[in-house]
């Protein structure tokens, strides 16, 4: 028999994986989870439909997102991290010994119980004692915050379900707030190419640039997303991610890496004109 | 009623299109040729169900396998195009006027005639004074060539069909005889992330490093190729494309484009880690 995952990358285009077995899904109150194997990208996690990590490259994701603001201040003691229930991302940064301590704020608690049981690869984080799981909303739990983090991390799904509030005005500024003075605020930018993804990219910019004086946007080949354009935004009091990068520095770290190199982080910046455009006009 | 084209970007992925209607369809000595047009993607044109090109986003293809090389040596007046019978690659080369002579090889005259008469917008190189057109096949149109062009691009189909002899060392080593002392070399050169498409970038990449001492690959997002991220192979006896970029002189030819700029430039050879890997490996 086949069996077929299929994603709609717009109304008009379709991506589909071959699928072993459907591992798991289940309903909670935020969203649908789905875990299905495949020989082409292991075991993957969807939510309401829509991929979230694949064995195969979520390296991809999950090393843009930690290792370039890690690499701008390598000196960052203190983070959070907004949404990421899967663990890919406080896999990567539990690698830096001078992290003291990570937040975790993720709404859904079932994505941190499923990833936990399917992705065992992805579980090193939750394990470390430097990390601290807590399950609330990501809006409501950074209100309260003052001056407190280095590094705020926004690994949020689209802004089509529960991850909507992390798109807005009022959660940038609180970010902003919650950051103290060396502070950097980096986010999944969705994708320039299909327009429902690309809107939401230009709504989020035009949102984080008025609250961050240093606001710059990133890019990576991610093939399991839509397009496999994927963008990052880098926000930032004081730090310009291309002029306070000591390559140096970071690579005496010694830490190895799968995608990110301090090359590709320097060419990671330079957008398409047609991106830039986008932006522009945002 | 539905209507999708389905590519296959391995055994167990695949990309649909949904399309609006088939334009063309026919099958000549060499391949089989579809024109269909869709909502997202404009009219797209596959060869032997095949994505080549698609009115979206054809400029990111032809706008990376020219203006790399001529931004590298803009006093570039020689040019041989083999394949490229779309027209998007002449399309962009008759944008500088110091271009006194392209040569055009395309072994499918089917493919030029089916181009011009859907894709009235990649027509302009056809109808430019400067570009003749030879339908023969580009494995031999070089053999007999010597020290004739400053730039040679190849800009073929995968090499599963007619485009196989496209990627052996004998073609590889002809290029670097028809072209003098100045030349450069470019190729379509595959995509690393499914296993197909990345066995025969590294066949590619360890023949061309036996050919020609410089040789390095660059990378864009094209979104309609298999995983969106496909690489170009620049290769010459004398020009390295980041140490010889002058990207002064390039801006200020007032060439406008949509994908390049001299900043992605030097950004597109940046390469993940892990490719870097499938590289040294070659």
């Known amino acids: 028999m086949e069996l077929w995952y299929s994603e709609n990358h717009s109304e008009d285009v379709k991506f589909s994986i071959r699928v072993d077995k459907q591992l798991y899904t289940g309903k909670t109150d935020y969203q649908r989870i789905d875990v299905m194997t495949s020989k082409e990208f292991g075991t993957f996690l969807t939510l309401d439909g829509l991929m979230m990590v694949a064995e195969k490259d979520e390296f991809i994701y999950h090393e843009m997102i930690t290792h370039v603001p890690m690499s701008v201040n390598p000196e960052i003691k203190n983070v959070l991290v907004i949404g990421g229930g899967d663990g890919g ?5 539990v690698r830096y010994e001078g992290i003291e301590n990570i937040d975790l704020v993720e709404i859904d608690r079932a994505v941190v ?3 936990m049981r399917f992705f065992p690869g992805m579980r090193v984080g939750f394990e470390d004692k430097r990390v601290t799981v807590y399950y609330e909303d990501g809006l409501k739990f950074i209100r309260s915050k003052r001056n407190e983090y280095d590094l705020i991390i926004v690994d949020s799904t ?5 991850g909507e509030g992390l798109f807005t005005r009022e959660f940038y500024g609180n970010c902003s707030k919650a950051l103290n003075e060396n502070g950097i605020f980096v986010n999944q930018h969705e994708s320039p190419y299909y327009d429902n993804y690309a809107n939401s990219l230009v709504r989020a910019h035009s ?7 240093i606001h710059k946007l990133y890019q990576a080949h991610i093939p399991t997303y839509p397009s496999g354009h994927w963008l990052f935004g880098f926000a930032s009091n004081k ?3 291309l002029e306070d990068l000591d390559a ?3 690579n005496k770290l010694g830490i190895k890496t799968e995608y990110y190199n301090t090359d590709l982080h320097k ?3 330079a957008l398409p004109n047609y991106v830039k455009e986008l932006l522009e006009n945002a």
Chains 1, 2 share one sequence.
């Open 89 to 93: 991302t406080v896999k990567q940064l």
């Open 113 to 115: 119980e499923v990833s």
């Open 267 to 269: 060419g990671s910046f």
């Open 158 to 162: 689209d802004p089509f379900g529960p």
């Open 207 to 213: 949102r984080i640039k008025g609250v961050f004086p």
């Open 248 to 250: 140096d520095k970071w």
């Open 239 to 241: 730090f310009d991610p």
